[in-house]
């Protein structure tokens, strides 16, 4: 199984603001950055309760019939949109990775702070592009949080876009498994 | 005044490990990314006391005769390179600048977490060289702390290297006076 992480930050590293706005993101959307092509190699989203609840006040259902796997212990609301496909699931990272591997899956985008964080601890994760949106806004929801080793990555490319986005795309070269 | 900041950070944000060691930097020296160029172009480095502290904790002194500024408001001790050139000043970012700036220095080099992000707050820095060092160490001294507002940059451009290092250059183009 691959999991990776596509992925826009500040250059202060972070995600999103307190309130979970992204309004610090450029004008239009982010699909002209590789986003749809990564998108459409992946069998499944992985993230955690949190970011689900956010994505659902948006309202609009973004995610056509691509399976969103939400990690909670508890129940989860369930979007209005009929052709969503939403399953919740709990357990470690490494037992996540094996239930969705067993179904033939291949390859999982890992997304939000906090599950990207514990699938990296777990030696999980063997790919990130990482896009750096040139704002600082002081705080916010950081893309890492804290880990207990270092974890080493590997530069693949860079490309930088005219809207002063740079995207790094990286592999990470020890801990990988799973 | 033109004040620059030109600093390595791991993915994840961080100049330095929480007892300041900078270990996870590559081998060999930053010089061939375009630091020797920088540092010429700079009448001064501005650090605060605990990154001096911590260069004078290395024994040897790397600055020359380069003059280093030391914002603290209590006595420092100085180094016993004879060619070093170390003074203390005190004072609000806006003030260390003024007083500077009427000795006909031009470009001061801004270095340090906690003054970086005192001078970014006070609208004092004008450009960014940031290099991304390829691994996260998930906890450490970070290159930017609170900021009570956003900071917009704008992206000159980007380079990488064999290394894997990735070095980005932004002008601030919010809030830059002085």
Redesign the interface.
């Known amino acids: 199984m691959q999991c990776s992480v596509f992925i826009a930050a500040t250059?202060?590293?972070f995600i999103a603001r307190l309130n979970h706005d992204i309004d610090?993101l450029p004008e239009g959307d982010v699909e002209e950055h590789g986003f749809t092509e990564f998108y459409a190699s992946v069998d499944a989203l992985v993230m955690g309760r949190l970011s689900y609840e956010k994505v659902l006040s948006f309202g609009e259902w973004h995610y056509g019939s691509k399976p969103i796997i939400v990690l909670s212990s508890r129940d989860i609301p369930m979007p209005s949109a009929s052709e969503a496909r939403v399953e919740r699931l709990s357990g470690s990272p490494r037992e996540i990775v094996q239930a969705l591997s067993s179904r033939g899956w291949n390859h999982l985008y890992i997304d939000g702070g906090v599950t990207i964080t514990r699938f990296?601890e777990a030696g999980l994760i063997q790919r990130m592009i990482?896009t750096?949106v040139?704002?600082?806004?002081?705080?916010g929801i950081p893309?890492?949080?804290?880990?207990?080793?270092?974890?080493?990555?590997?530069?693949v490319?860079?490309r930088?876009y005219k809207s002063?986005?740079?995207q790094?795309e990286?592999t990470v070269t020890d801990g990988a498994s799973g």
Chains 1, 2 share one sequence.
Request: proline share 6%.
């Open positions: 250059i202060d590293g610090f990296l990482i750096r040139p704002v600082l806004i002081g705080t893309l890492f949080g804290a880990l207990p080793r270092d974890i080493q990555l590997s530069h490319a860079t930088s002063g986005l740079v790094s990286y």
